[in-house]
């Protein structure tokens, strides 16, 4: 998994502020993954993209935006709008449909 | 909509003792089932996943079954370790039909007492 990098490790949003995490990999996946991991709970997915300039919302996409312009990025922006942002992000990868997908070692972001 | 459901969501075991996690889907057209382990503030590790196609996978001391019928498969771990005590998670999916989201349930935090 050491092909799929998250930055920062750690991160801090004041009110008001959008921030923007991001995702890359060098394995040349064609889907990607964003989830929420909330204490003592499961994985909730956000976003994923299939392929590079699509994407599709998952369950709880309300307050988060992402882009996919390379095969090997796919940001998440937490804005505003998400009134509870506090949380463990973690993205995957997969690189076919018979294949599995692959977690970077996340993002924990906490309110100021 | 599709879910996935996993229980216990806490099991206490001695150590040497075997665990069992099971976990029920509502997709019936899902053919893909994948365990991830997770430590404490580190990533999920996929251990050991299934197809369809089989009744039961197992790879040293883990094992997974599933019945298709019933619509639920189940992680075995036999002669568990300390290091074995994380939190473990079912998801299952489709493959081979572009459809690509998993299915998460909602953890098994599996504690291994020496």
């Known amino acids: 998994d050491g092909g799929i990098t998250q930055s920062p490790k750690y991160l801090f949003r004041k009110e008001g502020q959008n921030v923007t995490l991001s995702c890359e990999q060098n394995?040349?996946?064609?889907?990607m993954y964003w989830y929420r991991q909330d204490p003592g709970q499961g994985l909730r997915l956000i976003y994923y993209?299939?392929?590079?300039?699509?994407?599709q919302k998952g369950d709880i996409a309300e307050g988060y935006s992402v882009s996919r312009e390379k095969k090997e990025s796919f940001p998440l922006t937490v804005t505003s709008a998400q009134k509870n942002p506090t949380a463990f992000y973690l993205c995957?990868?997969?690189?076919?449909?018979?294949?599995?997908?692959?977690f970077g070692d996340g993002t924990r972001l906490s309110i100021l | 909509g599709e879910n996935v459901e996993q229980h216990p969501s806490t099991l206490s075991v001695q150590e040497g003792d075997s665990a069992v996690i099971k976990c029920t889907y509502s997709?019936?057209?899902?053919?893909?089932f994948p365990w991830y382990k997770q430590e404490l503030g580190k990533r999920p590790q996929l251990i050991i996943d299934i197809r369809s196609n089989v009744g039961e996978k197992k790879d040293q001391r883990i094992a997974v079954t599933l019945n298709k019928t019933a619509k639920h498969f189940s992680l075995h771990i036999t002669e568990t370790q300390p290091e074995d005590s994380a939190v473990y998670f079912c998801a299952a999916s489709r493959i081979g039909s572009g459809t690509y989201k998993y299915i998460f349930g909602t953890g098994t935090r599996l504690k291994v007492l020496a």
């Open positions: 394995l040349n996946h064609d889907a």
């Open positions: 997709d019936s057209a899902s053919n893909y």
């Open positions: 995957a990868s997969k690189s076919g449909t018979n294949q599995p997908q692959h």
């Open positions: 993209s299939q392929i590079v300039n699509d994407f």
